[in-house]
């Protein structure tokens, strides 16, 4: 392991002294006299986070990369900077720095948070236990308006509301934080609209995914937080972009600018001893009455989507909740009855062979691993996924009737309510039953046992679950557990589709290279899998068909090894330690 001390003096050699007004609008000389504080300390240049000194190990410990992307962003990089780590590797950190150095010198005042509404309080909590610094959320009891606090942690989607834009809009922030600034790469949003209108001195975004296949994104993000850096939109792709081979130009040049706005870390370059991931998949032989039901929904489903292809999602959640439980397949056949959407003789016959299944078999596997934890595992903590809300009330359920001590995670709980589930489960441990509304941004590094009950047919959604868990932080082997049964889309789905792109051997970034093509040209991951299911005449063509996507996955690896390539030639100038020229 890594020694994950951090050397407090941090020097660069001949940095020249920054001409003030660089840093301050005109029409903001009103922070001149701060921004001095901020720069110089007792009359003493620079060369070190002073407010580091304050930061308690025990609460966090910080990594040289972090360190050195936080000095960069505020002395080297005019105090607006695009955090472009790779997934992991630790931006809130970095920003924590940030602003904690921030307080320290007293610089500023009023600071605004922006994050996805499910990461709101987890930002509140690490500004607080990790760095001492109080924000409210918008999200608390007390919190009354933007216009009557300084320190504000938001989902974005609050700030841009009806109800509070015109507050946020009209304040004059110091320090702008914007979490997961992918989302703003659309100009043609409210979103963008709202970052573009705010008024502040300082600014720090948060993105994994600087660049993607569109060229458009990358030109957006860094145009919000510095504008002009690139110029025109028009004249960025006249200087950068080859269409014809649909690359970039001009690297040298790119790499300069880019230098001027972004901190980047890989793996790689951090040299982070992350721990080992094992991953098994247990495919189980269904009952008879499990394989009957299987069959009679995905007869149905093929048959009813070549007569009415308007159906097509409610026909492809039902080929996905058939392989979750019995629970999750009965709301949605029950609400189609409902609604008169579907032959109803078709859809009762359904219902009748879900009721008849006595025994699931995924909930006699998940016993044994959930048991086998409890024995082995520190307070027998597991987290387990499920689609479905239905899925997931069975399998508490059937936990608790076996005394097992429960938890419940979904989006439809309150922000704070999440907060108390995540909390509850750290300290009473058992098992944390949740949906894919934990599958992004949360830090859940106290477990190392995950299972997924269902799986997705999109790989990106399978490794935002392990990320959740397989992370800085983690000193132990993560066990990941993969439930199929056999003979099912699930099965194909793993075995066609999964391993043949390695998939629990990429990242999240790496995951995403390679399926942007496919999104990108409108047929998404998931569709493409279910046009599979319904278009097979045959178990043998379904299986060729599999085959063949996953010959058309391997091309897109290919393609997205290069372009990983074209990006560490881009973004070589940013590694610790690296040459400028």
């Known amino acids: 392991m890594p020694d994950d001390?951090?050397?407090?003096?941090?020097?660069?050699?001949?940095?020249?002294?920054?001409?003030?007004?660089?840093?301050?609008?005109?029409?903001?000389?009103?922070?001149?006299?701060?921004?001095?504080?901020?720069?110089?300390?007792?009359?003493?240049?620079?060369?070190?986070?002073?407010?580091?000194?304050?930061?308690?190990?025990?609460?966090?410990?910080?990594?040289?990369?972090?360190?050195?992307?936080?000095?960069?962003?505020?002395?080297?990089m005019d105090g607006k900077a695009l955090f472009a780590d790779e997934?992991?590797?630790?931006?809130?950190?970095?920003?924590?720095?940030?602003?904690?150095e921030m307080h320290y010198r007293d610089t500023v005042d009023s600071v605004l948070v922006l994050t996805p509404a499910q990461l709101a309080k987890q930002w509140q909590g690490e500004l607080r236990e990790k760095f001492g610094l109080d924000f409210i959320c918008n999200y608390d009891s007390d919190f009354v308006d933007f216009a009557s606090h300084d320190r504000v942690i938001s989902s974005i989607?609050?700030?841009?509301?009806?109800?509070?834009?015109?507050?946020?809009?009209?304040?004059?922030?110091?320090?702008?934080?914007?979490?997961?600034?992918?989302?703003?790469?659309?100009?043609?949003?409210?979103?963008?609209?709202?970052?573009?209108?705010?008024s502040y001195d300082y600014a720090f975004f948060l993105t994994a995914t600087p660049i993607q296949n569109e060229v458009s994104d990358l030109y957006n993000i860094v145009s919000l937080l510095r504008p002009g850096v690139f110029g025109t939109y028009e004249g960025f792709r006249r200087r950068f972009v080859d269409d014809q081979q649909e690359t970039l130009d001009n690297r040298k040049e790119l790499q300069e600018k880019l230098r001027e706005v972004m901190v980047r870390n890989t793996r790689d370059d951090t040299d982070i001893d992350f721990t080992d991931r094992e991953i098994e998949t247990k495919r189980f032989e269904p009952t008879q009455e499990e394989t009957e039901l299987y069959d009679a929904v995905s007869e149905y489903v093929q048959e009813e989507y070549s007569q009415n292809a308007g159906q097509k999602l409610v026909l492809m959640t039902l080929q996905k909740e058939v392989v979750?439980?019995?629970?999750?397949?009965?709301?949605?056949?029950?609400?189609?009855?409902?609604?008169?959407?579907?032959?109803?003789?078709?859809?009762?016959?359904?219902?009748?062979?879900?009721?008849?299944?006595?025994?699931?078999?995924?909930?006699?596997?998940?016993?044994?691993?959930?048991?086998?934890?409890?024995?082995?595992?520190?307070?027998?903590?597991?987290?387990?996924?499920?689609?479905?809300r239905a899925t997931q009330r069975a399998v508490i359920d059937r936990l608790q009737e076996q005394g097992d001590t429960t938890h419940e995670f979904n989006g439809s709980l309150s922000s704070e309510e999440k907060e108390d589930v995540v909390d509850n489960f750290r300290e009473e441990g058992?098992?944390?039953?949740?949906?894919?509304?934990?599958?992004?941004?949360?830090?859940?590094?106290?477990?190392?046992?995950?299972?997924?009950?269902?799986?997705?047919?999109?790989?990106?959604?399978?490794?935002?679950?392990?990320?959740?868990?397989?992370?800085?932080?983690?000193?132990?082997?993560?066990?990941?557990?993969?439930?199929?049964?056999?003979?099912?889309?699930?099965?194909?789905?793993?075995?066609?589709?999964?391993?043949?792109?390695?998939?629990?051997?990429?990242?999240?970034?790496?995951?995403?290279?390679?399926?942007?093509?496919?999104?990108?040209?409108?047929?998404g991951f998931e569709e493409e899998v279910f046009e599979l299911l319904v278009n097979a005449d045959s178990e043998v063509n379904l299986e060729n068909n599999f085959e063949e996507m996953a010959v058309d996955l391997n091309e897109q690896k290919e393609i997205a090894n290069k372009v990983e390539e074209f990006n560490t030639d881009v973004f070589s100038s940013f590694e610790l330690g690296g040459d400028d020229d």
């Open 430 to 523: 058992g098992v944390m039953v949740t949906t894919d509304s934990m599958s992004e941004g949360r830090n859940l590094q106290f477990c190392n046992v995950m299972v997924n009950y269902d799986l997705p047919w999109n790989p990106m959604r399978v490794e935002q679950r392990i990320g959740r868990v397989h992370r800085i932080g983690q000193d132990r082997r993560v066990y990941i557990f993969n439930l199929a049964l056999k003979d099912t889309v699930e099965e194909y789905v793993l075995d066609k589709l999964y391993h043949k792109i390695d998939l629990f051997e990429q990242s999240v970034g790496e995951l995403s290279s390679i399926l942007t093509r496919l999104e990108d040209s409108g047929e």
């Open 87 to 100: 997934v992991g590797l630790g931006k809130t950190i970095e920003t924590g720095i940030v602003l904690k």
């Open 324 to 388: 979750s439980s019995p629970e999750a397949l009965k709301r949605t056949a029950e609400k189609q009855m409902e609604e008169g959407t579907a032959v109803e003789s078709r859809i009762r016959g359904i219902i009748e062979k879900a009721d008849a299944v006595d025994e699931v078999t995924k909930l006699q596997r998940l016993d044994e691993i959930v048991a086998e934890a409890r024995e082995n595992v520190e307070k027998g903590r597991v987290i387990v996924f499920t689609q479905f």
């Open 157 to 198: 989607d609050t700030a841009k509301s009806e109800r509070y834009r015109h507050q946020v809009v009209s304040k004059d922030w110091d320090v702008l934080v914007l979490d997961e600034a992918h989302y703003v790469k659309n100009e043609e949003t409210d979103r963008y609209d709202l970052i573009r209108d705010l």
């Open 5 to 76: 001390r951090v050397e407090l003096n941090i020097s660069h050699e001949s940095t020249p002294e920054p001409n003030l007004s660089d840093y301050i609008p005109s029409d903001h000389q009103k922070h001149l006299t701060t921004l001095r504080a901020l720069r110089l300390h007792a009359g003493q240049p620079d060369d070190e986070l002073r407010s580091l000194n304050e930061v308690s190990e025990e609460q966090v410990k910080l990594l040289e990369h972090q360190v050195e992307a936080a000095y960069r962003a505020l002395f080297e």
